[in-house]
């Protein structure tokens, strides 16, 4: 009889080992659900990053406080490709040391430098010499795509034609085509430094170029010290006007120098 209460004794000890080892492994298998989901919400923040960094560049742009112009932001660089002092990549090597969160390479009339060198840091850029009547301008693009065939027909077609004041002033690009190629490759078209624009009438100049499709002005950047050229507009002017037509606002030093800070 002790042997039959021993055994039953036994048998039950046993079971409560089943039974602590099966809560066990339903305790490790939730587990396994959480780090499951744990996985699961992982992928879904990568998702997001990645949508993140391929969203418009408009609401990018937009993003972009006055107060980050120039120290993390800076959207008007020229390297060697045009006439800046710059090697393309060290550019970017400056802009990521120094903790720039976005810059944009502008060369005249070139996107051959972009086309080279690619960055997260890096907006891809070009700056066009043209005509809106009878205003020389010359115009930012800004997140195109820069193996577009439509734009590339927009390109310089020798190295002097990124270079030389005297013969970029001979572009015959049409604005029209021009702002239309821009959208065509995925981008913003941006009035640049419109303060030096011989334009007797900058609103009316700039509602034309609006009605061209222009999306955004530069406005943020260094008047006084912009290559000594005079000055047709006060820096009033120009945001009343980029207000008015609801015009997204850029900003850079349109720097030409070997150190980026500078200007
Ligand atoms: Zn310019
Ligand atoms: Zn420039």
Redesign the pocket.
């Known amino acids: 009889m002790k042997d039959t209460e021993e055994i039953i004794e036994n048998s039950k000890k046993e079971q409560e080992i089943v039974d602590e080892e099966i809560q066990q492994t339903e305790e490790i298998s939730e587990l396994d659900k959480n780090i499951n989901v744990d996985e699961n919400s992982t992928k879904d923040e990568t998702e997001v990053e990645t949508v993140e960094e391929k969203q418009d560049i408009r609401e990018l742009i937009k993003s972009f406080q006055p107060l980050d112009y120039f120290d993390f932001v800076n959207l ?1 660089i ?1 390297s060697k490709y045009s006439d800046g002092k710059a090697d393309f990549e060290d550019i970017i090597r400056q802009a990521k040391e120094l903790g720039y969160h976005k810059i944009a390479i ?1 060369d ?1 009339n070139t996107v051959e430098g972009h086309k080279h060198f690619q960055d997260d840091v890096l907006i891809p850029a070009v ?1 066009f010499d043209c005509w809106c009547g009878y205003v020389f301008m ?1 115009l ?1 693009a800004y997140g195109i795509d820069v193996n577009n065939p439509v734009l590339d027909e927009f390109m310089a077609k020798s190295k002097k034609e990124t270079e030389a004041d005297i013969v970029r002033i001979w572009a015959r690009r049409d604005i029209k085509k021009l702002i239309n190629a821009i959208h065509e490759a995925g981008g913003i078209a941006v009035l ?2 419109p303060a030096c624009c011989w334009a007797l009438n900058l609103d009316k100049f700039v509602g034309k170029l609006v009605s061209y499709g222009l999306d955004g002005i530069e406005v943020h950047y260094p008047y006084r010290r912009h290559r000594a050229i005079i000055r047709f507009a006060s820096l009033r002017q120009i945001k009343d006007v980029a207000e008015k037509y609801n015009l997204i606002v850029t900003g850079g030093t ?1 720097c ?1 120098t070997r150190n980026i800070m500078a200007y």
């Open positions: 008007h020229h502008c005249h700056e010359h930012l640049a430094h349109d030409h």
